[in-house]
């Protein structure tokens, strides 16, 4: 074995949504940082859509963006379509989702990650994370090379162990014709980890040449459009379109006739999918009276023929993906360039993780992303971050960056996590989120982009600008016609203050509402549970409850009264508690 | 999450007595005080005053109010001493909730006093005895009451709801725009249901004469059944808020009884003496019949020990078709061999069984149909709810244009409701999306 010469402060493994963003922002924090991924040329690919946003998931990227990270940044530079969805409905609820080049959004994520300062970035496969005294101490590669490090990320994605499934044909594989990862959950085994498996799928990709693209309904971008990262403007783009169909009568006996040989339901596949991402044979299987499913062909690129077509995920075997086509108006000749697949990986129960998203028994190994039980690229990045940054703290020794709930989805996602766990890929949906109306597209920088500052991850010279971008949408929500020296806003704009200041007048009530159920939550979560101290061994609160607090070690006392089932009087003992531990330790 | 800065309130005395102390604490005390009394007050200055209902007179009352940090809890506190009938002071809580209190929980007045530095650690130890104390009762008491709700009108009201939201919640999340629109009348007509029905439930509540004269609970059997012992059993169980007083009619004995937040009257009748004399048999089965006839619920002592049963069968009969809820216990289980019996097995003497007895009785209260009605509000917190999600409930109905807000309007809803139909999840609302509806990428 080779010992590298240099220790790390944090090792992010795995170049995807979650590994990317965790090493920019653990490298633009000042850590020193090494990002070890399979492949080069597959850094940040989009696995499944060619598109990045979507309902609540546009809201994660504007709050990324918000913070200081790189995948609102990145769509605008890939973006060839953008559509704002949910306009028919309130502000509260619209979300930006961004079709992108899928080559480019790679490239210029590598690109970005190449000229980040801190940042090395390395082509190998992590095989086996090393510990010392329960804190992480180094990575050994495929290639035999050990790095020193003082902090790990781990954002493996579908790669531990994956399984390929095309009807009854299964490769390894955590990604078609991509390696699976199969010596890392050994290694995270033997560090106690609970490790399960998910399942995941993605429909065929087919040569754009040959759809009738004249049955289908056009769906054109927005235009003027709004970017996806307010550090970008409006530029002049070159524009795809995307397509809307429907399956037919005969799509649903194509999938009657063959669903026995869906990888599905032939016995291969026992771990449980996502319910928002079903495929079509499962659509077909739960809702027999829906019988005309949409489809959507979205562009992947600008150099390229190839369509991914939404609502067609599918694992049944090949010559079936065909007879799916053929019974879909306008893909009677269609040609298909990659068949659709089921893939299955190894996840670990995320209630091993504290909401800073370090793992509670092994002192600085991070996770972030699917190996969480997540799904999404949205999810993956938003974590992906939380987990970068705070990875870095703890090596500089300042305490991690815990959002709250109300305000951001993202605190949403890392708590529900790692205080009810998963049992299904968790997606956002803006119904996870009590505080809704808060958490918006239009305001997620008057949430979060404090905390850039905070942790220097935005230009100094920005900060001015932000707090005159902050009195402007208090001027504008006061008098609409307010004199705003625009100038003075940097990179925020006018428009976008007029926006905010219109939409938060309009939801006036509904946000003191919001504000004042929040502060009793943010009151809770101040209550911080002192080390030392174990709520578990409370006298006097219920069995049960002491079971789950054992488990979930609560950070703080906000997050035990999430915990499902504990009692107010759970509650009011661990206070009093709290407190006469407070006053022992004071003397 | 119970909040630590609200406004709290609850009897600082116990059942029974001529006096009841009610205690506020927190920020709103003095605006509560106010409104009240119609009067301005100085701190740690015992006042006779007049407490308003709106414009009615409710009650003459003594009123202390403390100022922070000077007090109990170190929090604005106030004390009211009224008189303790069962009207006066449910509706001064309910008055008292109506502008911004809430009930408060076990120890919860102490609790504060020990997280502002009022109280020391040995001190804190019995508020912690309290709590741990009332945590598990509490805890079973609301898992088998919301466990009896669920099966009747409150579980029509959950499912109701929830599927309502979801309809809502799937087309807010609808990317691809599979969804019909929300149908306007169908779903409008659907909220005002539920809004009526929580309506009508509240006014159980307050024209309810449970609430004007307490729950009343009978005790009947033959006269060496241990009633008594039973009834001293209760008592003592309960023994810190219970003080017993000799009723109106000779040879019954009428005592209050606070069980797990229901207030009840146990009234011991005189039984059935065996004697040969019939004139004084038939005295005892009258007055035993009054008194199960004006009884909300009726428990029936059975004795395992009986050789002979005829005369006990024949008394229970008769019990069993005047009682309007019948809970039958079978007595001295410590005495004696027993199986298994349609009722609940008890021993007065060691206590064994009256667990489920309570169990059995908050069950019945909570089922309602006690006064023959339907179900019956009997918490004062929970009147508060139905109310307040009602009014909820018609928001929504108005805003069904704007899905969001309609949706902020059920969420409140289902919150008020949460103690009385059991939280409904962000989960849950998934769970049904995604078995009525086929959405999704």
Redesign the interface.
């Known amino acids: 074995m080779f010992d590298f010469n240099k220790t790390f402060d944090v090792i992010v493994i795995g170049g995807g949504h979650a590994g990317c963003e965790a090493a920019l922002i653990s490298a633009k924090r000042g850590a020193k940082t090494l990002l070890i991924t399979q492949s080069l040329d597959t850094i940040a690919q989009m696995s499944c859509?060619p598109s990045i946003g979507?309902?609540?998931k546009g809201q994660i990227v504007r709050e990324i963006d918000a913070l200081g990270g790189a995948m609102g940044k990145i769509t605008d530079i890939a973006a060839v379509h953008y559509h704002m969805?949910?306009t028919g409905?309130?502000e509260?609820?619209w979300s930006p989702?961004v079709q992108c080049d899928k080559k480019i959004y790679q490239f210029a994520y590598k690109h970005f990650l190449e000229n980040q300062e801190n940042l090395h970035i390395l082509q190998d496969e992590a095989t086996q994370i090393l510990t010392k005294n329960g804190a992480v101490d180094a990575v050994v590669t495929l290639r035999q090379t050990k790095y020193k490090t003082k902090a790990v990320v781990l954002c493996s994605g579908t790669f531990l162990k994956g399984t390929i499934h095309v009807g009854k044909l299964m490769l390894g594989g955590g990604r078609y014709n991509d390696n699976a990862a199969n010596f890392l959950s050994a290694s995270l085994k033997d560090l106690g980890l609970k490790i399960g498996r998910l399942k995941t799928g993605t429909p065929m990709r087919i040569n754009g040449r040959t759809v009738d693209f004249s049955k289908f309904t056009p769906q054109p971008s927005d235009n003027p459009y709004t970017p996806m990262s307010v550090f970008n403007r409006q530029i002049k783009k070159d524009f795809l379109q995307c397509y809307i169909g429907r399956t037919t009568d005969k799509t649903t006996e194509v999938l009657a006739e063959h669903a026995k040989e869906s990888a599905l339901y032939s016995g291969n596949i026992n771990s449980i999918g996502?319910?928002?991402?079903?495929s079509i044979e499962d659509?077909a299987v739960?809702?027999p009276q829906?019988r005309h499913?949409?489809l959507?062909l979205e562009p992947e690129g600008l150099h390229t023929e190839e369509y991914y077509i939404?609502?067609f995920?599918t694992s049944m075997p090949e010559y079936v993906q065909y007879l799916l086509l053929r019974s879909v108006e306008g893909l009677e000749n269609t040609q298909i360039v990659r068949p659709g697949y089921a893939v299955e990986y190894d996840y670990v129960d995320p209630t091993c993780l504290y909401p800073s998203l370090e793992v509670k028994t092994v002192s600085g190994l991070f996770f972030a992303g699917q190996i969480n039980g997540t799904t999404g690229y949205e999810e993956a990045g938003g974590q992906g971050f939380i987990a970068g940054l705070n990875a870095a703290l703890k090596v500089q020794g300042v305490e991690p960056l815990i959002l709250r709930r109300d305000e951001s989805y993202i605190g949403v996602l890392i708590d529900d996590l790692v205080t009810?766990g998963v049992n299904e890929p968790y997606r956002m949906?803006?119904?996870?989120a009590?505080y809704?109306?808060m958490l918006r597209t239009d305001n997620a920088d008057l949430r979060l982009t404090d905390y850039a500052f905070k942790y220097g991850l935005l230009p100094k010279e920005y900060a001015k600008n932000f707090e005159a971008y902050k009195e402007a949408v208090n001027l504008l929500q006061e008098d609409e016609n307010a004199k705003i020296d625009e100038e003075s806003l940097g990179p925020w704009s006018i428009d976008a203050a007029r926006n905010t200041a219109k939409i938060q007048n309009k939801y006036k009530g509904?946000l003191e509402?919001n504000i004042k159920e929040a502060r009793?939550?943010e009151?809770?979560d101040k209550i911080v549970i002192p080390e030392g101290f174990d709520p578990s061994a409370v006298?006097?609160?219920?069995i049960e409850s002491k079971q789950k607090l054992a488990k979930i070690k609560p950070k703080t006392l906000?997050q035990a009264?999430?915990i499902?089932g504990l009692?107010?009087?759970?509650?009011?003992?661990i206070?009093?508690?709290i407190?006469?531990f407070r006053?022992?330790h004071a003397k | 999450?119970?909040?630590?800065?609200?406004t709290i309130a609850a009897f600082a005395t116990s059942n029974g007595g001529a006096v009841a102390v009610l205690r506020l604490s927190g920020t709103l005390t003095y605006q509560i005080l106010n409104k009240l009394t119609k009067k301005e007050f100085t701190p740690r200055q015992a006042t006779f005053t007049t407490i308003y209902d709106g414009e009615n007179i409710l009650d003459k009352a003594i009123v202390t109010y403390f100022k922070a940090p000077k007090s109990y809890t170190g929090e604005d506190v106030a004390e009211i001493s009224l008189h303790a009938g069962p009207y006066i002071k449910s509706r001064i809580l309910e008055l008292c909730l109506a502008l911004g209190a809430r009930n408060a929980?076990?120890?919860?007045f102490s609790?504060r006093a020990?997280?502002n530095g009022k109280m020391d650690?040995v001190e804190?130890q019995g508020?912690?005895?309290i709590?741990?104390?009332?945590?598990?009762a509490?805890?079973k008491a609301?898992v088998n009451s919301l466990e009896g709700r669920l099966s009747g009108k409150f579980k029509q009201i959950r499912q109701n709801l929830t599927d309502i939201l979801a309809q809502v919640?799937v087309?807010?999340?609808?990317?691809?725009?599979?969804m019909q629109p929300l149908p306007h009348e169908q779903t409008k007509n659907a909220l005002l249901d539920v809004a009526k029905e929580s309506k009508n439930l509240a006014d159980t509540f307050s024209s309810g004469r449970l609430v004007k004269e307490g729950i009343k609970v009978a005790l009947c059997g033959l006269t060496n059944a241990g009633k008594s012992s039973l009834l001293n059993k209760l008592l003592g169980y309960n023994r810190a808020i219970v003080s017993s007083q000799a009723g109106t009619t000779r040879d019954t004995v009428e005592a209050p009884l606070s069980l797990l937040g229901f207030d009840l009257v146990l009234v011991d009748t005189a039984g059935i003496r065996k004697t040969t004399a019939d004139e004084a048999e038939i005295e005892g089965i009258n007055r035993s019949r009054q008194a199960i006839e004006q009884a909300d619920i009726t428990i029936f002592v059975r004795d395992l020990t009986l050789q002979d049963k005829t005369e006990e069968d024949k008394f229970f009969e008769e019990v069993r078709q005047s009682a309007k809820n019948l809970i039958t216990v079978f007595n001295k289980a410590d005495k004696t061999e027993c199986g298994e019996k349609e009722g609940i097995i008890i021993s007065a003497k060691t206590g064994q069984g009256l667990e489920n007895l309570e169990k059995e009785i908050i069950k019945t209260l909570n089922l309602g149909d006690i006064s023959g009605q339907e179900v019956i509000i009997t918490s004062a917190a929970h009147y508060k709810a139905l109310l307040a999600a009602a009014l909820e409930l018609e928001s929504a109905a108005k805003k069904l244009a704007?899905?969001?807000?309609c949706?902020?309007h059920l969420?409140?809803a289902l919150k008020e409701l949460k103690e009385l139909i059991g939280e409904v999840?962000?989960?849950d609302?998934?769970d049904t999306i995604?078995s009525k509806f086929?959405?999704?990428?």
């Open positions: 859509n979507g309902i609540a969805l949910n409905k309130g509260a609820v989702r996502p319910r928002y991402c079903p659509k739960k809702f829906n499913h949409p959507f939404q609502g995920s009810k949906f803006t119904s996870r009590e809704r109306i509904y509402r009793a939550l009151n809770a006298k006097g609160i219920l906000g009264s999430r499902p009692t107010p009087s759970d509650l009011q003992l206070l009093i508690h407190e006469k006053r022992e | 999450m119970y909040s630590m800065h609200d929980r076990a120890g919860e609790q020990f997280l650690l804190a508020v912690l005895d709590i741990s104390a009332k945590n598990k509490a805890h609301a919640e087309r807010i999340d609808d990317t691809y725009g599979e704007d899905l969001e807000l949706a902020e969420r409140t999840t962000s989960e609302v998934l995604f086929c959405v999704g990428k």
